[in-house]
């Protein structure tokens, strides 16, 4: 056993130590970076507590992992029996190692209860990102049912007093909402078998000064596509903690012998700059340690997707129709979308049967594959491998493969069921189907849609079974990806409900919301893109009437709100005029320019009044920034007030450019913008006394370009 009673971990920004004095690891600090001399055990003096009347004599810390058997009083971070014994689990620390020194392992053992914890916590180093997992082992003979096995449970100072966590619903996911912590618990649970489309994996813990652009914020996201816990807690006694991790349906899992439970991570990160901290760490980290090398390598190219053009109504004289449009505007992948499969008409039927559907494509895909090749794009394919349709030849065969408790009707919802993927042979037999259409078409490009919650998650051993589901998922693309490393996945679930980074190790981009109501995806957009870069949020200029809300947006709305992302189109493009189609190929032009700056760029959030949505994309090196404001409506005075450029180099002279739309839509004649137009003016400037912006109609965009001189 290696005897270090702290463990010390330093980023370039924040660091962390860990009490290993104790029966298991706590977490004694967090936050800013301390000096590499400092010495831990003064923190400890410093922490020491006075004892409170009618409470325990000694301290119950706040461990990775509180347990009943430490008597802890708070949210316990296991729950765990054998036939009703061994629930009071109490380790010891056994080895503590250091493989290097940005990561340390804690492995604690309990002889009583015969359960062993392995703590693991990691560093990342430039991003400052703690990733943190615990591993359940049954030491005894007999099973051990595992009901809760908390990833972490992280002890935060009480100064952090507001809760910044997620709502939504599909079509309006990733909301965010600022609530002030209270005495007991803000407990999240979802049961949906997916991420969610309303309670995504995430939450801020901030101080109430805390905002944008300044102050200090704890970040946490849980890196799971299956269920899950989120909890903050105020214990009585005055100490908060957060902890995530995976909710686990009755007798989900029971480990044999020597078997073992591992947590998904929680990617934890500590900010003093506000926000943005937030954004730009997780940014940082999911570009260098979760995408793959593959993605990022390439541009993303812009997308035409065929739903909301065609929905289920496939002809080949349409489709080819929308490609030379498609490719005529400069879309770079043509992705078909659902109703391109055996029985597939509508959501009714299909599901399952993976082979073309011959009445429409006689001759297969290849035909139409050439036509979007020949026109300069990439193709990519729609599928929904985890569900089965009733009315499908694989149901007809199969009745068996689904998830379903028995004796009990399932819950219906969009026509389909769940397939179960604890079993081999479903899992074979989809790897199978979409292993031979990836190798006879040349497909570069699968969303992976995923269209319903797990109401009864029973598997055919009767047992409970969104961890396997969810895991047999990751492998089931694992070995698609292995078979076939050039093909990209999307992941979509009725839009933006499987988005997490566990999920995104096994996939390239997310599709975001099935909305794409321009007014809409700015707050959703915004939701999503505290934890994920722009480059992996899929985001479409849709039709002028929005399909979901009805909405009538003006195309260069549209267009400059869909440019911040991974870009692309789901309209008719039969419905544009003349003008309108120059206006599109401008707008994919610009994004295009700026794609290089907006895929790799730090992302500046900052609210400049009610009225309006504002950002900036800055690159690395501050030597150009793209600034997006939107006028929402609503605004009560003339004159809208300045637009601070933040995130600029403040030393460095800068010109600026509008770069969209081509023409200000202002109720005002003249250009009021020209006069800007060949000035340098410096970053300090620009920051603090900031540009007046021009009165513009509401539901429009300027965006604006900075380089410096
Ligand atoms: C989901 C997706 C959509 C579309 C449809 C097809 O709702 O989010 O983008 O692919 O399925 O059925």
């Avoid at 600022?178 to 999240?188: A, L, N």
């Avoid at 065969?397 to 969009?414: M, S």
């Avoid at 933006?496 to 707050?523: E, K, Q």
């Amino acid at each position: 056993m290696t005897t270090m009673p702290y463990v010390v971990l330093h980023g370039s920004s924040s660091s962390l130590i860990l009490d290993c004095t104790g029966n298991a690891p706590a977490l004694l600090y967090w936050g800013s970076k301390l000096n590499p001399d400092l010495k831990p055990e003064t923190l400890s003096i410093l922490a020491k507590r006075q004892t409170a009347n009618g409470a325990a004599t000694e301290d119950l810390s706040i461990t990775l992992s509180p347990t009943d058997g430490e008597g802890f009083m708070g949210q316990t971070a296991l729950r765990v029996h054998r036939n009703g014994q061994s629930w009071g689990v109490y380790t010891q620390i056994v080895a503590i190692e250091q493989p290097d020194p940005q990561r340390v392992i804690v492995t604690s053992a309990d002889k009583n209860s015969q359960v062993s914890l392995i703590h693991e916590m990691y560093l990342e180093p430039e991003s400052n990102v703690v990733s943190t997992s615990t591993k359940i082992i049954n030491d005894g003979e007999q099973g051990l049912t595992v009901d809760w096995c908390a990833s972490a449970t992280f002890g935060i100072p009480p100064q952090y007093s507001d809760v910044i966590s997620y709502e939504g619903r599909w079509a309006k996911e990733f909301q965010l909402r600022r609530q002030k912590q209270f005495v007991g618990t803000h407990v999240k649970e979802n049961r949906k078998g997916r991420t969610s489309h309303d309670s995504f994996p995430g939450l801020l813990l901030a101080e109430g000064q805390c905002d944008d652009l300044s102050g200090q914020v704890y970040g946490f996201h849980l890196g799971w596509s299956g269920n899950h816990r989120l909890c903050v807690e105020q214990l009585y006694d005055g100490r908060a903690l957060v902890q995530m991790g995976e909710l686990l349906f009755p007798g989900e899992i029971i480990l044999g012998e020597k078997e073992s439970y591992q947590s998904p991570i929680i990617y934890g990160l500590h900010s003093q700059t506000g926000l943005n901290g937030i954004s730009q760490g997780y940014h940082h980290f999911v570009r260098n340690h979760i995408l793959t090398s593959k993605v990022k390598q390439k541009e993303r190219p812009i997308h035409f997707n065929t739903w909301e053009a065609l929905y289920f109504d496939h002809s080949m004289e349409a489709l080819s129709t929308l490609v030379k449009q498609a490719a005529n505007v400069g879309a770079e992948r043509f992705v078909l979308d659902d109703g391109w499969f055996r029985h597939r008409r509508s959501d009714n039927a299909g599901l399952g049967d993976w082979y073309v559907e011959e009445t429409i494509y006689p001759e297969g895909l290849g035909p139409l594959i050439k036509e979007v090749t020949s026109g300069g794009m990439e193709f990519g394919l729609w599928v929904e491998p985890e569900m089965v349709n009733p009315d499908s030849d694989l149901y007809r065969e199969h009745p068996d493969w689904i998830l379903q408790v028995p004796g009990v009707k399932p819950v219906e919802f969009r026509n389909q069921f769940v397939l179960d993927f604890s079993r081999q042979e479903v899992t074979d037999y989809l790897f199978e189907r979409m292993d031979s259409l990836l190798k006879e078409y040349d497909i570069s490009y699968l969303k992976w849609d995923m269209n319903r919650d797990i109401h009864q998650p029973g598997n055919h051993q009767g047992r409970a079974s969104i961890n396997a589901q969810t895991l047999a998922l990751y492998n089931l693309i694992q070995r698609l990806r292995q078979e076939h490393p050039d093909v990209e996945i999307e992941s979509c679930a009725s839009g933006g409900a499987r988005a997490d980074f566990g999920i995104l190790r096994y996939t390239d981009r997310l599709w975001t919301s099935d909305s794409n109501d321009a007014l809409d995806r700015l707050s959703i957009q915004q939701g999503l893109s505290l934890f994920f870069p722009p480059e992996v949020m899929g985001s479409h200029i849709g039709p002028q009437f929005c399909h979901i809300t009805g909405r009538q947006l003006d195309l260069d709305l549209r267009a400059g709100t869909a440019l911040f992302g991974h870009m692309g189109m789901e309209v008719n493009l039969s419905e544009f005029n003349e003008r309108q189609v120059i206006q599109l190929k401008n707008a994919l032009d610009l994004h295009k320019k700026f794609r290089p700056l907006l895929h790799s760029g730090n992302l500046v959030r900052f609210k400049l009044n009610d009225f309006s949505h504002s950002f900036g994309v800055v690159s690395e090196s501050k030597d150009e920034a793209l600034y997006s404001y939107t006028e929402t409506g609503g605004y009560p005075r003339h004159l809208p007030g300045q637009f601070f450029f933040h995130g600029l180099d403040e030393a460095a002279q800068y010109r600026l450019e509008i770069v969209w739309p081509s023409t200000l839509k202002t109720p005002m004649f003249e250009n009021v913008m020209d006069h800007i137009k060949d000035q340098e003016f410096s970053g300090e400037v620009l920051r603090h006394f900031g540009l007046q912006l021009p009165i513009l109609m509401p539901e429009s965009v300027l965006i604006i370009h900075a380089t410096k001189v």
